[in-house]
């Protein structure tokens, strides 16, 4: 993956797919860290499925034998000294995974965030019958923000995944990074 | 500046047309997006159809959506097209340009670009 942002759209996909009502993308971000977290009440992992989910030759799929979603967010994290942490319950009531990635970003092997406005209106488009909502924390500047939730009441029935509805979306979390 | 008043008159725009809240428009765009379509570049992709649809003016009859892995993950961008009565249509190793090409040609112009589809790609 060429930019941080692949592997959110990447690992977000997986909590639309857990059946999540709720997925939220949380970025926190300082001079020297980055800290990516995303949280959803899908229907969660077993035990013994979560401590398979960093092998490789590991995946629910049945279409092929590999499955690399979380084994290359883990070595993206872990090649700037970084690492990832995976939570998750399949608790009848709370179930949900919550997947945290600490990245330093002065490291010579950090990969760029890239172009998060572009994976944001696509997470919009996937979510389903699920909501989304994104947040990224930049020290010292505006916090970027996107709730499904909230366009959900202004579109009444027309879907996220409308090419001018996602066109909206994509320019509206622009704009806020160039505040 | 975008503001939600926009995105108010986008739904003014499309809510008259049954179709796309319904889901039973005339053509579905399909991109694969799991982990092997999204390293091979998939999201550009994805995104170029989204915005050439909506230069377009087919957004009320066109629909862009993400799949998983269709399970050719050598052939990925993967972009399929589904059409009510008629065959499906894919394309392998789509870039951004080529999916300008597929939606002026194929989508708006009703005529599939052979040249892009998996039967005619050459190992």
């Known amino acids: 993956m060429k930019e941080l942002s692949l592997n959110i759209l990447d690992i977000a996909q997986n909590s639309f797919t857990a059946g999540a009502t709720l997925t939220e993308i949380i970025l926190e971000e300082s001079a020297d860290k980055l800290t990516i977290r995303i949280v959803d009440n899908g229907c969660g992992m077993s035990e013994d499925t979560l401590k398979q989910v960093s092998n490789p030759f590991y995946t629910t799929r049945t279409t092929r034998k590999v499955g690399l979603g979380i084994p290359l967010f883990r070595q993206a994290a872990e090649q700037t000294g970084g690492y990832i942490t995976i939570q998750s319950t399949k608790d009848p009531v709370n179930h949900g995974t919550v997947i945290t990635g600490v990245f330093n970003k002065s490291h010579i092997d950090f990969t760029p965030l890239g172009d998060i406005a572009s994976t944001v209106c696509l997470l919009a488009q996937g979510c389903g019958e699920g909501d989304m909502v994104f947040t990224h924390k930049i020290e010292g500047k505006e916090t970027v923000e996107l709730d499904t939730r909230a366009l959900r009441e202004v579109l009444q029935g027309v879907p996220l995944s409308n090419p001018d509805v996602q066109l909206w979306i994509k320019a509206y979390t622009t704009q806020q990074y160039e505040k | ?123």
């Open chain 2, 1 to 123: 500046m975008k503001t939600l008043a926009e995105l108010a008159q986008i739904r003014e725009k499309m809510k008259d047309k049954v179709g796309i809240r319904e889901g039973v428009n005339g053509v579905r765009i399909v991109v694969g997006m799991a982990t092997c379509g999204i390293a091979a570049g998939a999201r550009p992709v994805l995104n170029t159809l989204v915005e050439e649809v909506s230069k377009e003016g087919l957004s009320a009859t066109a629909t862009v959506t993400q799949t998983g892995c269709i399970g050719i993950c050598q052939y990925e961008p993967v972009v399929e097209v589904f059409e009510a009565g008629k065959e499906k249509v894919t394309y392998v190793k789509v870039t951004p340009d080529m999916a300008k090409r597929i939606v002026a040609e194929h989508i708006k112009g009703g005529k599939p670009v052979a040249e892009y589809t998996i039967g005619n790609y050459k190992i």
